[in-house]
């Protein structure tokens, strides 16, 4: 059984940064992609970025590309997002989401792909 705990988040200015840890649990770490998907008040979730297991490809959303970073720290068993020049549309909460299951590129942000998820962590920009 996998468990996904998120910490960090919080209110910042525009323009500011935060940075998000979602550590897991379990012995499929090495074998999971891993990544993080949000929801903003009435809106659908949308994904946001993702890192793949092995080779670590990062993917991300078309609205925080150059802005946002996702990396995994192997030893600690967690994958962090570095989130820079936020802006108020980044306000949602910033859920964790892994599966073991094989990945394809294409649906790295279909939430149906991930069958882990964490409880989420509320990021404010205002």
């Known amino acids: 059984h996998v468990q996904l705990v998120e910490s960090g988040g919080g209110s910042v200015q525009p323009g500011g940064s935060l940075g998000l840890s979602c550590a897991s649990s379990?012995?499929?770490?090495?074998?999971?992609?891993m990544g993080w998907v949000r929801q903003a008040p009435g809106k659908e979730r949308e994904g946001v970025a993702a890192?793949?297991?092995?080779?670590?490809?990062?993917y991300y959303g078309d609205s925080v590309k150059g802005r946002f970073t996702i990396s995994r720290d192997g030893a600690q068993r967690t994958i962090h997002l570095q989130m820079n020049r936020l802006e108020p549309e980044d306000t949602a909460i910033y859920y964790c989401a892994a599966t073991e299951r094989t990945v394809l590129s294409a649906l790295v942000f279909d939430e149906t792909t991930y069958n882990y998820w964490g409880q989420g962590t509320q990021v404010t920009v205002s």
């Open positions: 379990g012995s499929i770490y090495d074998t999971m992609c």
């Open positions: 890192i793949s297991p092995g080779s670590g490809r990062r």
